[in-house]
């Protein structure tokens, strides 16, 4: 199966990283293409994919379009698709099928499709990962669109599994599964790192403060999945009645850090769909 990743940026490096490692070997199968060579030549040389020199040459010969553009990117970058896909047929004159995944932020499913004039030959899945791709330990949320079957969702289900965990949810989700899980990381490493400044405080070296707090947040969230429990139940488990444990959340709770951190997934979210609006 040949993957084509439009886009090397931040999460398309991340995505072919992923698949790479998964691979265990450089991985022959990945087509890349970015608007800056530069980018491209360098992801490649690190997944030993192969660069494609046009969106035409990108095209031919790929099972999977995945698009890693920036939403504001992709209407040019859809209009250069179709162009290539006129040209794209089978022995018989009939079109080439092919399924097209984008992780664009508020670029919704209709407007990939009318991009595509409802094409019934391509089928449209879009998708919502996050940077943790590149470790395989990504959360990836999936909806596939009218003219996708099963077995593109399947398929696109596959892909992602590679490198994480995956999850279907409608698509009317998708703004908050942006801000809850795609943008959800660079609100957790700014709690580690308070986690780390206070430390740090304390008198522990940085270094140690950080191994400490970065550790802690591995085992706390794979102790909720571990154990199935609520986080409220894990919480009350290592609260003891007037103890140390029970004075910080009282802090924190007066600081107002659960609120504040509902209202960054919720102006996150509110970002996202406006992205998917178009200007006046």
């Known amino acids: ?21 998964a691979a265990d070997r450089a991985d022959s199968s990945l087509v890349l293409i970015d608007r800056t060579s530069a980018l491209a030549d360098a992801l490649a040389e690190h997944v030993g994919g192969r660069v494609a020199n046009s969106v035409d040459d990108a095209l031919a010969g790929a099972d999977v379009l995945l698009v890693c553009v920036k939403p504001a990117d992709t209407p040019e970058l859809f ?23 984008s992780i664009a932020a508020g670029v919704s499913i209709a407007a990939i499709e009318e991009a595509f004039h409802a094409d019934p030959t391509l089928a449209v899945v ?27 969702l399947a398929l696109a289900h596959a892909l992602f599994e590679r490198i994480g965990r995956v999850l279907e949810l409608e698509e009317r989700h998708f703004d908050a599964v942006t801000a809850l899980s795609a943008s959800g990381p660079a609100f957790l490493y700014l709690i580690i790192e308070s986690l780390v400044d206070g430390g740090v405080r304390c008198g522990m070296p940085r270094r140690h403060a950080l191994e400490l707090a970065t550790q802690m947040t591995l ?62």
Not at 5 to 16: E, H, L, V, W
Not at 126 to 141: D, F, K, L, S
């Open 126 to 152: 879009r998708a919502m990962p996050n940077t943790a791709c590149v470790i395989g330990r990504g959360m990836t949320v999936v909806a596939r669109g009218a003219t996708a079957a099963t077995d593109d």
């Open 219 to 280: 085992g706390a969230a794979a102790l909720i999945i571990d154990s199935g429990k609520h986080p409220a139940v894990l919480r009350d488990e290592v609260t003891t009645p007037g103890g140390c444990t029970a004075v910080g959340l009282a802090a924190l709770e007066e600081g107002g850090v659960r609120s504040t951190v509902a209202r960054a997934v919720e102006v996150t979210e509110q970002r996202a769909r406006a992205l998917g609006t178009p200007a006046a």
């Open 1 to 21: 199966m040949q993957i084509t990743i439009f886009g090397c940026g931040t999460m398309g490096r991340a995505i072919a990283t992923g698949l790479s490692i």
């Open 79 to 101: 209009a250069q698709i179709a162009r290539a896909r006129a040209g794209l047929t089978g022995e018989d004159g009939s079109r080439r099928r092919q399924l097209l995944i």
